[in-house]
């Protein structure tokens, strides 16, 4: 069988999601061909560094803009293609004809409602699965034409039951993560406590020194902070404190989060579940985005984390109090390894079996 997991870069979750999908579909056994294509990439090649930087500006200048246009949306029944996206649908059109796949899996609302048209226009025939990147149940990823789902959490599944999808094309899977976070992995029983900071692909950290001096401080506690692409942050503080070890980018990550009793980190859908997966309590900077509300609202709800003030002193109080708690966080742990128990992790094979064997008598 083919399958092309369509995604886009508009944040790096969905790229990260789309190449752990590939690799457990690789790992399942099953003699498939799999491609991952970005959407953008292929439909305005040489120009998608200016989309995407585009987009970031939006979110990132306008956050109560984009928030309203998601709260305003949120209702909706699906089927939606933005004005602004309809040029990418001659594209998607031209990708599914040259690629020819039995299946897509869209790891992105956009890919989503493009191929759904394409299937409302006849233009493509196969099977649409989509793996929603967020703990979020918003009808931005509703299509009619979309054959089946897979979602972080039995919340998501149920706004989407309620909206009139049928239960049986939902699977609540988890959001999807490399492999190597689901491995078991002993954490150091040294007295010291393991903190791991991430600010995502971009690097998003505080800038002010006299936090990482604080950090520094912190009795028996030794950090890890990824700086991701932020180089002028890596630049400025690698070696510059004893128990702060600076890292750029690494494709390691899971080595990091299993080892840390704590990771600090903005809740992306990803992310989210690499903590989860690992059993890795988690503190969340405090979001602003409304998808990552949802995910932080669900660690806390969860009892699996909780969320870090905005301002400097609040973040380390917070980080403080829990590290110096190891009740608290074998509690966490222990809800995290709950819920991964409750999770569907055939899930993905399973409707995809299902999926085609429907497609091959209908």
């Given at each position: 069988?083919?399958?092309?997991?369509?995604?886009?870069?508009?944040?790096?979750?969905?790229?990260?999601?789309?190449?752990?999908?590939?690799?457990e579909?690789?790992?399942?056994?099953?003699?498939?061909?799999?491609?991952?294509?970005?959407?953008v990439?292929?439909?305005?090649?040489?120009?998608?560094?200016?989309?995407?930087?585009?987009?970031?500006?939006f979110?990132?200048?306008?956050?109560?803009?984009?928030?309203?246009?998601?709260?305003?949306?949120?209702r909706?029944?699906?089927?939606?293609?933005?004005?602004?996206?309809?040029?990418?649908?001659?594209?998607?059109?031209?990708?599914?004809?040259?690629?020819?796949?039995?299946?897509?899996?869209?790891?992105?609302?956009?890919?989503?409602?493009?191929?759904?048209?394409?299937?409302?226009?006849?233009?493509?025939?196969?099977?649409?699965?989509?793996?929603?990147?967020?703990?979020?149940?918003?009808?931005?990823?509703?299509?009619?034409?979309?054959?089946?789902?897979?979602?972080?959490?039995?919340?998501?599944?149920?706004?989407?039951?309620?909206?009139?999808?049928?239960?049986?094309?939902?699977?609540?899977?988890?959001?999807?993560?490399?492999?190597?976070?689901?491995?078991?992995?002993?954490?150091?029983?040294?007295?010291?406590?393991?903190?791991?900071?991430?600010?995502g692909?971009?690097?998003?950290?505080?800038?002010?020194?006299?936090?990482?001096?604080?950090?520094?401080?912190?009795?028996?506690?030794?950090?890890?902070?990824?700086?991701?692409?932020?180089?002028?942050?890596?630049e400025?503080?690698?070696?510059?404190?004893?128990?702060?070890?600076?890292?750029?980018?690494?494709?390691?990550?899971?080595?990091?989060?299993k080892?840390?009793?704590?990771v600090?980190?903005?809740?992306?859908?990803?992310?989210?579940?690499?903590?989860?997966?690992?059993?890795?309590?988690?503190?969340?900077?405090?979001?602003?985005?409304e998808?990552?509300?949802?995910?932080?609202?669900?660690?806390?709800?969860?009892?699996?984390?909780?969320?870090?003030?905005?301002?400097?002193?609040?973040?380390?109080?917070?980080?403080?109090?829990?590290?110096?708690?190891?009740?608290?966080?074998?509690?966490m742990?222990?809800?995290?390894?709950?819920?991964?128990?409750?999770?569907?992790?055939?899930?993905?094979?399973?409707?995809?079996?299902?999926?085609?064997?429907?497609?091959?008598?209908?």
């Amino acid at each position: 069988m083919k399958i092309l997991i369509l995604t886009g870069r508009f944040n790096m979750g969905h790229w990260s999601v789309a190449q752990s999908l590939k690799q457990e579909l690789l790992f399942s056994g099953h003699d498939d061909i799999v491609e991952v294509e970005d959407v953008v990439s292929y439909a305005v090649p040489g120009m998608e560094r200016a989309v995407y930087k585009l987009f970031q500006a939006f979110v990132t200048w306008t956050p109560a803009l984009y928030n309203l246009v998601y709260r305003l949306t949120e209702r909706g029944t699906g089927d939606l293609l933005p004005i602004h996206a309809r040029p990418f649908l001659q594209a998607t059109e031209e990708l599914l004809a040259e690629r020819r796949p039995d299946m897509v899996i869209s790891t992105h609302p956009l890919c989503t409602q493009l191929v759904g048209r394409c299937k409302k226009l006849g233009s493509y025939r196969g099977v649409l699965l989509t793996c929603v990147t967020d703990v979020t149940g918003h009808g931005e990823w509703l299509c009619r034409e979309c054959d089946g789902y897979l979602v972080g959490a039995e919340a998501v599944r149920d706004a989407f039951v309620a909206r009139g999808v049928d239960p049986r094309r939902v699977s609540v899977t988890g959001i999807p993560v490399r492999r190597e976070f689901k491995e078991a992995a002993a954490r150091a029983g040294d007295g010291e406590r393991r903190l791991l900071i991430m600010g995502g692909g971009q690097g998003l950290l505080p800038r002010d020194e006299d936090f990482y001096t604080a950090l520094n401080a912190l009795p028996n506690v030794k950090t890890t902070l990824i700086t991701g692409g932020n180089r002028r942050l890596f630049e400025r503080l690698v070696g510059r404190y004893p128990n702060i070890q600076v890292l750029g980018y690494t494709p390691e990550v899971y080595e990091y989060m299993k080892r840390s009793d704590l990771v600090l980190s903005k809740p992306g859908g990803a992310t989210t579940f690499e903590a989860i997966f690992s059993a890795t309590p988690m503190l969340a900077w405090e979001p602003f985005w409304e998808q990552e509300r949802r995910n932080a609202d669900f660690l806390v709800r969860e009892g699996m984390g909780r969320v870090a003030g905005k301002e400097k002193a609040a973040c380390l109080a917070a980080l403080e109090e829990l590290l110096a708690d190891p009740a608290a966080l074998s509690e966490m742990r222990g809800r995290m390894r709950a819920l991964r128990a409750r999770l569907d992790d055939k899930g993905l094979e399973e409707l995809m079996d299902q999926l085609t064997e429907e497609r091959r008598y209908a």
